[in-house]
């Protein structure tokens, strides 16, 4: 069968397509199907979507939907509905956001099927149910559309490397510049995470979520690319790439030799020591982001159950720079709770580390994380809330005691705060409304 991904971008075109797709697609190649990506750019109307989703004539249409890429696949997936060549083409979502509002995409026009978690073995077999004519009604992970109850969570996969490499032309990367998830699943609790709450789903199941790639499996995909001559840069997407030391000792022995090119990666500052970031850096990592998210310790211990110091930023900030690793940092704004004085702590926390580079985001509650429940139980979401954009610029919660002009004014501090930065550091003059840069791409700008 020929599935074909439909990638929706949002606000702006992502140097980097969903991953999801990259291992569904290279899974499903292995099994003998086609698999191509269709790309939904900005300025493409509905109906050049649906004319480029029809030239391709899938038998079955598959989306990753973050939240923020909901409310625009929602809308072309009922243009395909409407045009006669593709009304037929049966569509099936997963990711984040079918994963934790499934009621919601399967009450939308269009949707035929969600999968709920990891979609690996689900899809295969949803696809191979297709192609023989059987029903779909009873495939672990996927929820048929009008049947009332979950369908079974099947185990995660078991080992990691059982899977393909990723099919890195669903990735639509730039040329040289790769991305690597060498684990899935994080074992911290943070309240805001989306990506933590994969670990709840399938523990309510009673299944370990996480898992990590042998170091071996992961530098052999990787020297495959070199030997291709398609590397120059690796960017670890893991949520946090430092957790487990004797990998990435492991790694640090055999990434040199093997692969030999810088990398980026995601840490916390729990999970990092002085000696382990001489390491990483000998290995030939270029740049590290951390989270910081608050500068107040309250805010961070009770509402966020990240409880670290300030003082611990300080500390691995310096052994960081002191390796000679670049870093930056990412801020939260505007969570249930927060008052504006601490707000103002975090701007002052970022002022005082000296990042090279940093994202400030105002707080969003995804669907499924505690601070989403707490927020519906409380009453700070605005009874139209399904219905507005998901994204990190502006509140759109209703906070008793801190106010949106609050968020608004730290907010526009933060972006003061990286104009001055630029200009003093780089030489560069960033517009008045450059947005703030996002998780995976930061620095970007700074080469
Ligand atoms: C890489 C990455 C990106 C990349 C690629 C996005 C992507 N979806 O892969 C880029 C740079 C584009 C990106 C951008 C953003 N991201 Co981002 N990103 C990540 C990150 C770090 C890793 C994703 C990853 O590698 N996943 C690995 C794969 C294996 O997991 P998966 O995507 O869930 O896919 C599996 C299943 O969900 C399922 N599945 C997925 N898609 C499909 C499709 C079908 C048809 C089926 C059947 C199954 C299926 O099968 C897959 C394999 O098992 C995650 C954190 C995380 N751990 O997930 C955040 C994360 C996805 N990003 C997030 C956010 C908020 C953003 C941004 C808004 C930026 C920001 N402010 O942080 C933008 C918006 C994205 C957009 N396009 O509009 C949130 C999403 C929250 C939510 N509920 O929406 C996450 C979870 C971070 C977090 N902790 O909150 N991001
Ligand atoms: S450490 Fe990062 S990925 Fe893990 S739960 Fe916290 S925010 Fe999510």
Known sequence: MKI??????????????????????????????????????????????VAAVAAQAPGLLGLSLTTRQWLRGRRLVAALRRDPATVHVPVIAGGLHPTFSPEEVLASDGFDWVCLG??????LDLVTALEAGQPTDRIANIWKRGISVRPPTRPPVEPLEQLPFLARDLLDEARGVVHMATQRGCPFPCTYCAARMYNELYEQVGGEYGRRRPVEDVVSELQGLRAKGDLSYVIFLDDTFTIHHPWVRRFCELYPAQVGVPFSLHARVETVSEPLLHQLRAAGCDQVTYGVESGSERVRREIMKRPVTNQRFRDVFRWTREAGIRLTANFMLGLPGETKAELQQT???????????????????YPGTALFRLCRDQGYLPADYPERPANHRASILQLPGLSNEDIAAVYDGFTALRRRLFRARYGVELPEDSPATEHVELLAATG
């Open 118 to 123: 990891e979609g690996e073995g689900a899809l």
């Open 4 to 49: 074909v991904f439909l990638e929706v971008d949002t606000e702006r075109s992502w140097a980097l397509a969903s991953v999801g797709p990259g291992f569904l697609g290279a899974v499903l190649r292995r099994a003998g199907h086609e698999v191509a990506l269709v790309r939904a750019p900005l300025d493409a109307s509905d109906d050049e979507v």
């Open 347 to 365: 701007l002052q926390l970022a002022e005082e580390l000296e990042v090279a580079d940093f994202g400030y985001f105002v707080f969003y509650p």
